[in-house]
């Protein structure tokens, strides 16, 4: 999760080149090489963590359109839409961002003394991520509508496990045709809308025949 605190910079990948701002706010995938250039005073934070925890732990995060959208369809749309699908807060937004990352930070230095440092810390990153997940959906982004329509549809899916869907209820829900619902499906998860539910629906089992 890089979050552009000032100055400004060229986030570049291995296929595309971006300009970066303060206020900038987007996710980096495992495995995806990135790298800055063209510095001029830029100052970001960079915070690495596991996604399986909110996966696997925080189950209504997985509900929200906003994180969907935020951690998992924009940066695979990113290059389609030129960047212009990125989160972006405004001032007192960020400020928000920074006094939740501050809390965060100091929280780790004190993971080893045993006062719940650690769990606190866990609790301001959900704090951060559903922070930023509201806003994603309640902002107009050039680029974002498709994104959105999207992300919704990964919450419904999500919030559906105890039953199987047709392909018929998600176009008609997606207002997208079931052509186009496959193909956008396969550009983002490399897979088809039922198989993707599926997959959902085993994950759950697998959760509850763990801890229930």
Do not use: W
């Amino acid at each position: 999760l890089v979050i552009i605190l000032s100055g400004s910079g060229t986030h570049f990948t291995e296929g595309a080149e971006y300009r970066v701002m303060p206020g900038d706010i987007f996710v980096i995938e495992s495995g995806f090489s990135h790298g800055f250039k063209d510095l001029d005073n830029l100052r970001l934070y960079n915070i690495i963590f596991a996604p399986q925890i909110l996966k696997q732990v925080f189950i209504d995060i997985q509900q929200m359109p906003g994180y969907h959208a935020v951690f998992t369809l924009e940066p695979r749309f990113r290059e389609f839409h030129k960047f212009e699908s990125r989160l972006r807060v405004n001032p007192d937004q960020q400020l928000y961002c920074e006094q939740l990352i501050s809390r965060l930070k100091t929280e780790l230095s004190y993971t080893n003394s045993g006062n719940g440092s650690r769990a606190l810390a866990l609790a301001y990153f959900i704090e951060l991520i559903v922070f930023l997940s509201r806003i994603y959906t309640q902002e107009t982004l050039d680029g974002s509508t498709e994104i959105i329509r999207m992300a919704e549809l990964f919450a419904f899916l999500q919030t559906h496990l105890n039953r199987s869907v047709s392909i018929e209820e998600l176009s008609v829900r997606s207002n997208m045709s079931p052509s186009t619902l496959h193909r956008t499906f396969h550009r983002t998860v490399q897979c088809s809308p039922i198989e993707y539910h599926l997959q959902l629906r085993i994950d759950n089992a697998v959760n509850l025949l763990k801890h229930s």
